[in-house]
């Protein structure tokens, strides 16, 4: 019999004090709070923990002003530690404390939530003299930053005096302090990255990606050759050191070629885990996936979430049981013990120091809407007893233990109160905000809204959650409504505030036109995360046949269905995957929904994905015309004939996610359709919009362009 998930009883409360306010009523209510107040709150990333110090730190974006600040035991005071004050689109990223806390290191610039091009500058300010990548180091306890190079992909060496990262292809070094020049470390063919510190600094395991197939190398100093693991066609990838420094585990995946498989059928993506002598390369193959579509390798967050534990455990994340749950293995092989068994995912997993225990953000708990919301759980490497930490209505995610074992460190928010640092006691008990001057005085916390969970069923019989945004009003008369669509498609929103700064500004402006009038349903369309494979892998999906479009149409008639709307004024927006099912449900549904504001969509899967298929070759896929067929009728072009609701087009033009072109061509379409439309180009921005004053722009073109189309009548 499993054992049953523990629930731990402290936690962080919901405010349930809502402020009564007068509201002016216009059609569409004036809001009680402005688009500049709802996202002035600060938003807290790349939380991080010193290996051998109770010292933590993260960044702030305070307003597109993105700023590293730390604390540390035992009083936990948040200081900031460096003073970039422009809203000039460079993010922070790769935040790393050396072991001992002493130093801070980071990346600036790029946009590394992108799918190509993630370590190239960003200039959404347009300056004639462009930024740059580049790493830099801070001591702990306070001075000026220093530049020690350009390049990404910083890792700190166990003994804290230099730090590894990857640049044109290759490994380098350089002194934490910048005291020296970075050099070179090898000269290795393919593209190399991914560089992993030996447990006592003096070896670095790296990735060779070679095209087709990719190695696992072994740098030790410039007069010994690289070690190769088992060398082969296989693509080995995620390498890990073993405690003691004398093994490595990895993940091995086949090489790429082969005939060409039918496009439309879901088929097994097999993986292995192998382990290596590191002074030899010899290798073995410690365990492979079950040849299931559940056994494939996971894309949830961190992938395989691969950890060698204490006493001998490696750690793996897997599918294979229908939901994304933590393995436990013995390194010399065996079963696989499940460690987090449920009807719950895990994500953003780390390991405490001591490598004996697991925390990890998990939809689970006591309360039937966890499934919506997420919470901290704690699981020892080597039995299957989870605990949930943070029972409650609140969220947390993205936790990390202090190197004296003592603290969780976590990020933490609720329905109504936007995210901040959070600490508490790794035995359990009360937790302690950080950082809490830093939400502005007028922040309007009290007025918002706590959304509802919603289930609506698919016209196929599935089980949809959502969010419903409704404020009361005392006229009780008809109101508009807009469905919400998110991005991905891998993603799931939450009953509030987002563990993603892109989703939280989604939140952000869900709230604002409820505060409005607006009554908004936020959907969780199949192929999201969060209710199990089947839902996340769903058949004819995408550019296979859109089977998720259904979910959406069912969003709005369920809207339509409720006694507070108006069923002639239901409008839809969503950005990137939620701005392609916002193009589709304009152009196949615009008797249901009256208008729409399509964030940097996909309009044409056949531009989008077909490429490959294209390739000149004898052998073709034995149903690529059925694909190609498949990809145009999914496309929101392919039902232009029949798209008449008004749309507001909004897209950066240095889009690294959904190429610039797919608005660029829908505009043509739309034009010799006669279709309505308006367009907002932010120039030189990207997918996320890095400047925080393109999100005011973009946010507020979104409520302008509502309230014109579904206001008052």
Not at 218 to 239: F, G, K, Q, V
Not at 250 to 256: A, D, E, I
Request: glycine share 8%.
């Amino acid at each position: 019999m499993r054992p049953a998930l523990r629930v731990v009883a402290y936690g962080l409360g919901v405010i349930l004090c809502v402020a009564v306010v007068a509201i002016k009523l216009f059609g569409a209510a004036a809001p009680s709070f402005t688009l500049e107040q709802i996202r002035s709150y600060p938003y807290p990333s790349e939380l991080t923990a010193a290996a051998k110090s109770a010292r933590i730190a993260w960044t702030f974006n305070e307003q597109g002003k993105r700023n590293v600040w730390v604390a540390q035991a035992p009083d936990w005071r948040a200081r900031r530690l460096t003073d970039y004050d422009a809203d000039d689109g460079q993010e922070i990223s790769s935040l790393a404390l050396s072991a001992d806390g002493q130093w801070v290191v980071y990346v600036r610039g790029g946009d590394h939530g992108s799918n190509w091009d993630d370590s190239l500058p960003v200039n959404p300010t347009s300056n004639p003299t462009p930024p740059r990548v580049a790493i830099w180091s801070v001591p702990f306890a306070g001075g000026e930053p220093r530049l020690l190079a350009e390049g990404d992909e910083p890792v700190i060496s166990p003994r804290g005096e230099r730090v590894a990262f990857v640049r044109d292809r290759s490994i380098w070094s350089v002194p934490i302090d910048g005291s020296a020049p970075a050099q070179k470390l090898f000269v290795a063919r393919g593209d190399n990255g991914s560089p992993v510190w030996s447990p006592d600094g003096s070896r670095l395991a790296f990735v060779s990606d070679r095209g087709d197939h990719s190695f696992i190398g072994i740098y030790a100093d410039e007069r010994t050759p690289i070690l190769w693991l088992a060398p082969s066609t296989s693509r080995d990838t995620h390498p890990r050191w073993s405690p003691d420094g004398r093994r490595l585990a990895f993940v091995r995946r086949p090489g790429t070629g082969g005939p060409p498989e039918p496009i439309l059928e879901q088929r097994p993506a097999p993986w292995a885990l192998w382990t290596a002598d590191a002074f030899t390369g010899q290798a073995h193959q410690l365990w492979t996936s079950p040849n299931t579509s559940r056994g494939s390798f996971p894309t949830t967050h961190g992938g395989p979430n691969l950890h060698w534990a204490a006493d001998g455990r490696i750690i793996f994340l897997s599918y294979m049981d229908g939901w994304p749950h933590l393995y436990s293995i013995p390194e010399k092989g065996g079963e696989p013990l499940l460690l987090t068994p449920g009807r719950y995912m895990a994500e953003h997993i780390s390991i405490s120091p001591d490598r004996r225990f697991l925390v990890f953000a998990a939809n689970a708990g006591a309360d039937p809407d966890d499934i919506d919301r997420r919470h901290i759980v704690r699981v020892p490497v080597d039995r299957a007893a989870p605990e949930v930490l943070t029972p409650g209505s609140g969220l947390e995610w993205s936790p990390v233990v202090t190197g004296d074992m003592q603290t969780i460190a976590f990020l933490s928010a609720t329905a109504q109160r936007p995210p901040l640092p959070t600490v508490m006691p790794f035995s359990s008990g009360p937790t302690r905000l950080l950082a809490e001057d830093r939400l502005p005085a007028d922040f309007p916390t009290e007025q918002l809204v706590v959304p509802k969970k919603v289930v609506y069923r698919a016209p196929d019989g599935l089980a949809i959650h959502a969010q419903l945004f409704m404020k009361e009003d005392a006229r009780r008369r008809k109101r508009p409504a807009i469905v919400y669509i998110h991005g991905g498609p891998p993603r799931q929103m939450l009953l509030g505030w987002h563990y993603s700064d892109y989703y939280a500004n989604a939140y952000a402006l869900n709230q604002y036109l409820a505060s409005r009038g607006y009554i908004v349903l936020s959907i969780n369309y199949r192929l999201g995360i969060g209710y199990g494979y089947e839902f996340q892998h769903p058949p004819r999906a995408g550019s296979r046949g859109a089977a998720e479009y259904q979910d959406v149409r069912a969003a709005g008639e369920f809207l339509r269905s409720l006694p507070e709307v108006d069923p002639q004024r239901i409008g839809i927006y969503g950005g990137s995957y939620g701005g392609y099912l916002t193009a589709l449900a304009l152009a196949r549904d615009s008797g249901l929904f009256a208008a729409g504001v399509d964030i940097h969509g996909v309009h044409n899967w056949t531009s989008e994905r077909a490429r490959p298929l294209l390739e000149p070759r004898v052998e073709r896929a034995p149903d690529l015309e059925e694909a190609l067929k498949a990809a145009w009728t999914s496309s929101p072009i392919s039902s232009i004939a029949t798209w008449r609701s008004p749309v507001l087009l909004i897209h950066g033009d240095d889009d690294r996610n959904v190429r610039f072109s797919q608005t660029v061509d829908l505009v043509r379409r739309l034009q010799q359709a006669g279709v309505p439309y308006e367009e907002l180009v932010i120039p030189d921005d990207t997918h996320h919009f890095m400047r925080h004053a393109n999100w005011l722009k973009v946010n507020g073109a979104t409520v302008d362009f509502f309230d014109r189309r579904l206001g008052a009548r």
